[in-house]
């Protein structure tokens, strides 16, 4: 294996896969059947791959690893460059892991223009990938960005009643947060002469500046995040969506703005980071509680767990304020959770949606006579979402919880509100689908799960129950890299303690 | 003896064009009222030849070859070959499409010949009177080619529109160039740099502003661009994708050259005058293009918009700038090509497709047109991976280093209401369903092999141009250059 870059391979592997998918001839189930296959087999070398690179990842060691770099636009220096740490590593395992989950999600529900479905996924995965992996911004900024076209696709193609709405919300709101961006990446450029982020990372930016090019990527990470009051495209998106879609979204896509802020906006910026901390904090705070309220009131499933994902990830950008290796350390894990939860619930909606064609709350109830499989994971699912002990959503709001105490207490208070509202939305939801009588009569002839849906359910049921009891794979993988990123916030903290320290001794010299 | 023998090889490509053009004339006249195959591929031919005329000349002609008239450095020859070869593509694309528009004349293929002589000219113009000729020339030509179809009001509209219109901007230019004849006492461009380079004076302002405007309206720049919409729309569509082609690289390409050459010391005159039209062709293109349903009219909004981010470059005033522009100017050629060649395949009932509701459905009926199209949409939008992004990117990082912030977010924020018109476009070739009646076919799609393989190699170079940037860019730097060595 030496001397393959394996994480280009990694990245580029799915785009290969498009070209065997498109290659698929003929008409007719055979060819279909081949293509899902085919993109299968695609997407599950691809999760070995990201296996593999976690097999030779050095979790110590605060470099980082597998990186390939290329010429690109030489005379710009602009280059082709790829590497990871335990952050990025984390959130190329959950993509690799959901992309298979959503193409075997859809073998039997997606029914029309397979082959195209298919490249779209495989498509949607490298660029995912690259988006994790890039240490260019230019790099960054194409693949984050080259994840729209796909995503337009899926919603737009394959969506509900009013997926073009959707899909036009979804494109150009994210499009419009991105373009901040991509002038302060260029300001970056301009500043450093280069768009190597980890020269970036390192790069002092004067104070000023910091606070417009932090405004420039909160413009672009809020939105696809998203934070209240920006997150009014993804009930739309989520709603319209093919299941598959929704997963890939909530599991993975939400994550693009968490790791964003993580990855830039806290070690580039820590000046303005702190200037803003406060506005974070009240926006987190009211999507917890204001958007748990709106769950509340959902009739239609879907949109109800797309406002619990806002909610989740007012929890993210709480701990990614609090600028403590936990509270950070517990937004990470908790996206990682929430990547694998909201997935699970979606498909918990995709499969009942499949067999009866609603996702209306009040067309369901009694389901437990009928499905008893189905209502033991979707339980099991729906804990995880209220964050019960021993699930993974545990300990991502714990550590959460615990850090935003240290900061303020009410912070603590208004996160608390929101697990308690979340557990009564999450928590009245199953109670109304699952429990009572069989009102709906199509109900009485439902079908438990099949083989192919129980495989899909397997492996994120296995995740969060493990990570839930023995988070240490996890919290040990990203451990070096959040330190890393709070280097600039301890420096500025051992600073001020040598300040205190000096006042001390002088006034102790003063009184002697 | 040598001087001569090198002054006529300089002007070798203008010559076989020309020459060509004139023996097609009467190769026409002979052969009947039809085009043939044998007319318009000798022209691409002659094209084509002249193209590598221009490539192949000696290094050092214009050291003993070089007149007051034509200047022959990189920057010009470059662009030479480049309008030759686009025109040569188009000429391609519509060849086969002419019957079925009617315009099956010989005289298409020959004025197009004919116009392209004007641009040869305009282009390397070191003086203002060889640039005016060849501006008539190129537009004279063009004026006749919108006119060809003539017994449709649409076509007569669009023409006489175009016709008054233009000539009015050659008036402005010519009382541009005759104040500036005034107050310097010649029109050699390298005479009047010398003069003007002492101070500021209110005349030659004021000259600059009417030859200003009077381009602007050559290259449909806002506040100029009132006849582009009903040009495009009213002309034939194998007429629009010529208009929309070679005649702009033209106009921008002397735009370019008369601000950084003659004008060059009045900068900090024209810099805001740029700043302020690409703001306004940015605006007005992308929000005029949002509620159009006529395609061609929707893609002339958008080559108004286009134009403007262009312009973004050539503010910035730094060898990036141009650069930027170059790659801007090429990519979009590569894209308006693409897509105009789409259009000219497409046809219901024998018609040329012309609103957007036409291509309901079209992923499901076509579904390798549908994704070349969609392919040069977005990149159109500017949404990475694709060329049109790296083109967009080139000319903010320009903008950015020049201080140009405002102008920057400014195009940046138009660029996503730009993506909604184009993302229009998509949605209704994929997400809407094809309208299709028991009687009859929903398209005639009879692709011929030039335009398949012009759509596709133009959706191909979109798709692949992130794989190898490098020698586009280094190419265009390298003639960028060119017009900063003094």
Partial sequence: MAGLPLLSVTIFLPLVGCLFVLMVRGEGQTSQTNAKTVALMTSLATLALACLLYAGFDPLSSEFQYVDEYYWLADLHISYKVGIDGLSLLFILLSALLVPISILASWNSIQYRIKEYMIMFLLLETMLIGMFSALDFVLFY?????????????IGIWGGERRVYAAYKFFLYTLLGSVLMLVAILTIYFQTGTTDIPTALDFEFPQDLQKWLWLAFFASFAVKIPMWPFHTWLPDAHVEAPTAGSVILAGVLLKMGGYGFIRFSLPMFPDACQYFALFIYVLSIIAIVYTSLVALVQEDMKKLIAYSSVAHMGFVTLGTFTFESMGLQGAIFQMFSHGLISAALFLCVGVIYDREHTRLISRFGGLVHRMPVYAVFFMIFTLGSVALPGTSGFVGEILVLISSFKVAWYLAFGAGLGMILGAAYMLWLYRRVVFGPIINDSIRTIKDLNWTEKIVFAPLLAGVIFFGIYPKPVLSLTETATANILKAYNKSEEIEEALVTEEIEQSSTWLN | MVKLIYSIWSVIPQIIIALTALMLLITGLFQGKKNSSLITYTGVLSLLVAALATVSKPANIDRFGSSDFLAQNMFTDTMQVFVLLITAVVMLATHRQLEKDEMNRFEYPVLMMLSVLGM???????????FFVGLE????????????????????????KYFILGVLATAFILYGISLIYGFTGSTAFFVIRDRLAGGMLAPIILAMVFILAGVAFKISLAPFHMWAPDVYEGSPTVVTLFIASAPKVAAIVFFIRLLYGPLESYEE?????????????????????????????????STIANVGYMMVGVASVSIEGIQSVLLYLVLYMIMTIGTFSFLLNLRRNGDMVNTIDDLKGLSQVSPKMALAMAVLMFSLAGIP????????????????????????????????????????????????????TATERPYDLNVSRETGFIITAAAGINVFFFLAPGPVMAKAWEVATVLFER
């Fill in chain 2, 120 to 130: 040869l000219f305009m282009m390397a113009a070191d003086d203002f009177i060889m």
């Fill in chain 2, 385 to 436: 991976p694709l060329a049109g992004f790296f083109a967009k990117l080139m000319v903010f990082i320009a903008a950015i280093n020049a201080g140009l912030y405002t102008l920057v977010v400014i195009a940046l924020l138009t660029t996503v209401v730009g993506a909604a018109y184009y993302l229009k476009i998509i949605k209704t070739m994929y997400f809407d369903e094809p309208v299709a």
């Fill in chain 2, 137 to 160: 020339l190129q537009s004279l030509a063009i004026y006749v080619l919108v006119a060809l179809r003539r017994n449709r009001a649409m076509v007569s509209e669009a023409a006489v």
């Fill in chain 1, 142 to 154: 194409l693949f984050f960005e080259g994840v729209l076209i796909p995503m337009f696709l899926i």
């Fill in chain 2, 269 to 301: 005159i024209w810099q805001p005058i740029l700043q302020m039209l690409s703001v306004l062709s940015m605006v007005v293109g992308v929000f005029g293009a949002l509620f159009q349903t006529n395609i061609k009219r929707l893609l002339a909004y």
